[in-house]
Structure formats: structure tokens, C-alpha cells
């Protein structure tokens, strides 16, 4: 029997609008209903549920659990700014409450890529520090790259420079197998070329042209990806976050609709 673990993120909550920031707890519940075990929320959805009693509260009430927890910053300079370090040290304060929750790090995309070598070192140094406080609280970290336009680590050659940049004594690599499809690589040759530096698995899925496509419909080989991570006894937690254009007015269904590919396609292989 597998140990992976399967939950959503709220990211499909935010491509509506912030119509959804501060409904955690709604979310919990549709996370719940699809059959996942937990969520993965993004820090400007928690709001009121950054008190941990509350926090915990909300999760037993709806019977889900906090895996992990994403704080997205520009980290632009070599060093955290005041506010940066502030909000990174809020959140490995909360995370004190929930020790078995992994710190997610997501730089938020910018407009371009110039002084892309000098901005890839930047972020790297940022977040090699947050992960050093982190751990020295107890509190696991890792690092999650995107793949818009100004993302500055897309691209096979920028992920040379980032996974060879963490310092993996204090955090490990989060692929998110839409991001790594849409810079142009296969998401199942990371994933085997890294995979000593897993700790978490994004699942997102995508049309060959390039359009984000609902769980289980795109072309990405899912079904290789997660044999692979069977087979290699992953015993992290896998992440969906959906990204169709159909979340933008129903993310709830969605989310539901996810569930059902999870428990139809994905909790078998699993098992195998």
C-alpha cells in the first residue's frame, strides 16, 4: 500500500478573483468532499485561520489536514527585505504549531528575465536563508519554480542553476509537472533526474499546445508520473492545482471533478 498522500491547492480558488480569500474553510470542505486528505493553502487565503487554534479547529471540523503551506515573494534582491523577512517569519512561527507541515517557496513571476543571472543567484540566496531559519525551527522547506514568461527558473538550463543551487541540507524541490511541461521539458525526466530532492509533487495537466488542460484530460503522461513515484517509494504528498480555464467560474466543480480522476485513475495505480 502506497504512503502518498493526495491533497488540493487553493490556487484554483484564486483564478476567480479574491472572491474565495478568506472562505478557507469552504474550500476545506469542497477539498474534503472530492475525497482529498488535505490542503495546500496559499498565506493570503488563511486571514482569520492564522490564529493555529482556529486553524486546527477548521481542519478537524472538516476533517482535513495541512500538508503543506505556500508563501509566494518577489525575492528580488540578495537579501530578504524587511517585510519579506517579516512574512516568512510569521509563517515558520505558525508552522511551529504544525510541525509536520512543509514550507512552500514560490517566487511571484516578474515582467521580463533581464539580469536573469544576477536575479536566478538573488533567489537562491533568499531562499537558502529562509530554509536555514525554518530549519532550525524544525520546519521543512521546499522550493517550487513556475513557468510564466518572467519566471526566472523555466527552462531546462535554469533548472541546472536552481536544483544545484538549493541547499538541499535545508530544502528540497517541489516539481509541479504542468510548469515543467510548459518550460519545454518532460516532467517525467526531472522527476527521475531529481528525485533525491523531492519532498512534495505539483500535479497540473496541459494540452500539447500549451493550454492548461483539467486534471486527466491534457497530454501529459500522468499515469507515468505516478508509477514513478510508486515505484521509487515517494512518500510525500501529491498536490493538485488545477489551472483549466473552467476554474475561473466553477473552481468548487473542478476541484470535485479532480477528486473523481484521483479516485478512478490515480488511487489504483497507487496501489498496484
Known amino acids: 500500500m502506497s504512503k502518498i498522500q493526495i491533497g488540493c ?52 471540523q472538516s476533517g482535513q489536514r495541512l500538508p503543506v503551506l505556500c508563501l509566494v ?9 524587511e517585510a519579506e523577512k517579516a512574512h516568512a517569519d510569521q509563517w515558520i512561527s505558525f508552522l511551529k504549531h504544525f510541525p509536520d507541515t512543509l ?45 510564466p514568461g518572467g519566471s526566472i527558473y523555466r527552462t531546462a538550463e535554469d533548472y541546472q542553476i536552481l536544483l544545484n543551487g538549493l541547499d538541499e541540507r535545508v530544502i528540497k524541490y517541489t516539481p509541479d509537472i504542468g510548469h515543467i511541461a510548459k518550460g519545454g521539458m518532460d516532467p517525467l525526466a526531472i522527476i527521475q533526474e531529481y528525485r533525491s530532492l523531492v519532498n512534495c509533487v505539483h500535479y497540473k495537466d496541459m494540452y500539447t499546445d500549451g493550454r492548461w ?21 515517494f512518500e510525500g504528498w501529491i498536490i493538485v492545482e488545477d489551472e483549466c480555464d473552467e476554474a475561473i467560474t466553477d473552481p468548487d466543480q473542478v476541484t470535485l471533478n479532480a477528486g473523481a480522476y484521483v479516485e478512478k485513475v490515480m488511487r489504483p495505480l497507487l496501489n498496484d
Request: hydrophobic share 35%.
Open 9 to 60: 491547492e487553493t490556487y484554483t480558488w484564486q483564478m476567480p478573483g479574491e472572491q474565495y480569500k478568506g472562505k478557507l474553510e469552504h474550500i476545506m470542505n469542497i477539498s474534503a468532499q472530492a475525497g482529498f486528505k488535505g490542503i495546500e493553502p496559499e498565506t493570503s487565503f488563511i486571514q482569520h485561520l492564522a490564529d493555529p487554534v482556529q486553524m486546527k479547529e477548521a481542519l478537524s
Open 73 to 81: 515573494e518577489d525575492w528580488r534582491w540578495d537579501k530578504e527585505t
Open 103 to 147: 514550507l512552500l517557496l514560490v517566487q511571484m513571476p516578474g515582467k521580463d528575465r533581464e539580469d536573469l543571472a544576477e536575479r536566478q543567484q538573488n533567489l537562491l540566496s533568499c531562499v537558502n536563508q529562509i530554509a536555514q531559519r525554518a530549519a532550525d525551527q524544525g520546519i521543512e522547506c521546499s522550493y517550487h519554480p513556475n513557468s
Open 213 to 233: 488542460a483539467a486534471l486527466g484530460e491534457g497530454d501529459i503522461d500522468m499515469d507515468a508520473i505516478t508509477k514513478e513515484l510508486r515505484d521509487t517509494h
